[in-house]
């Protein structure tokens, strides 16, 4: 699956990215490779999609389609048919759309995403 070109050998860090987000207990960090987005999400202990990112998104679920990489904690996530996951450290992941989520435990969740960075928590 090819979803842009890459054109130019190049690397950017996180701890000073192109973006940044900060809904409640969420920081999103987002840098532009190209065609490409990559975002850093970091979400606190106590954090839920319904009370951080829904006042953003202004819809019912989230209707991101997230792929991406756990580096720590653990987010249970689940759909509106009542399929649930715990997406744990060292765990790649697919999301579809129509889901919600929250931090488990209390120990902040960091995910690398590379589908949803561009427009994630964004207005």
Same mark, same amino acid.
């Given at each position: ?6 054109? @130019? ?7 000073? =990215? ?6 409640? @207990?969420? +920081? ?6 190209? !065609? ?8 606190? =202990? ?7 990112? @829904? ?9 991101? +389609? ?7 904690? /653990?987010?249970? +996530? ?7 996951? %715990?997406? @744990? =450290?060292?765990?790649?992941? %697919? ?6 989520? /929250?931090?488990?435990? !209390?120990? =902040? ?9 561009? +427009?994630?928590? /964004?207005?």
């Amino acid at each position: 699956m090819s979803t842009g070109t890459i054109s @130019k050998l190049e690397a950017r860090s996180h701890d000073s =990215p192109d973006e940044m987000r900060r809904p409640d @207990k969420a +920081t999103v960090e987002v840098n532009n490779l190209g !065609d490409h987005s990559i975002g850093r999400l970091t979400f606190q =202990p106590g954090w839920t999609w319904s009370s951080s990112i @829904k006042p953003v998104a202004k819809t019912e679920h989230c209707e991101k +389609t997230h792929v991406g990489y756990c580096v720590s904690g /653990k987010l249970e +996530t689940w759909m509106t048919d009542g399929t649930r996951i %715990t997406i @744990k =450290p060292g765990d790649s992941y %697919t999301i579809p759309s129509g889901h919600d989520a /929250k931090v488990v435990g !209390d120990e =902040p969740f960091i995910g690398i995403e590379f589908a949803s960075a561009a +427009t994630y928590a /964004k207005s």
